[in-house]
């Protein structure tokens, strides 16, 4: 149980470090000038938190899970890419079916971002988790 505790925690911080950069960058220059009609005024702290705490859970069962019974950093960037991908695929591509204003470049980076940020996250978590705990 205590790995999947290090797990969580580790690819909190690091997932969440990848995440702020990417939305600090991706707010004003991707986002904004193709949506910036829909989007809030001001950040929405709640579901944000919510999202994170319900990913994170399944990065962990997906991606981390499966990494550490194999003893296989590797293993768990790939799923933690295939979760990724998909994840960000079912937001973007829903939103641009239902959307006015949604672009298919958004949905290309956003997707391409989602794999790569849960993958590196999954493998950070996979490594410390390994040598954290054997």
Known sequence: ????VVAYVVAAVAFGILDAIWLRWAGPNLYRPVIGEIM???FRAAPAIAFYLIYLVGMVYF???PGLEAGSVVTAMLNGAMLGALCYATFDLTSQAVMKVWSTHISLMDIAWGAVATAAASAIATAVT???TG
Not at 1 to 4: H, P, Q, S
């Open 1 to 4: 149980m205590i790995k999947f």
């Open 130 to 132: 390994l040598r954290v």
């Open 40 to 42: 809030a005024e001001e």
């Open 63 to 65: 991606a981390i899970r």
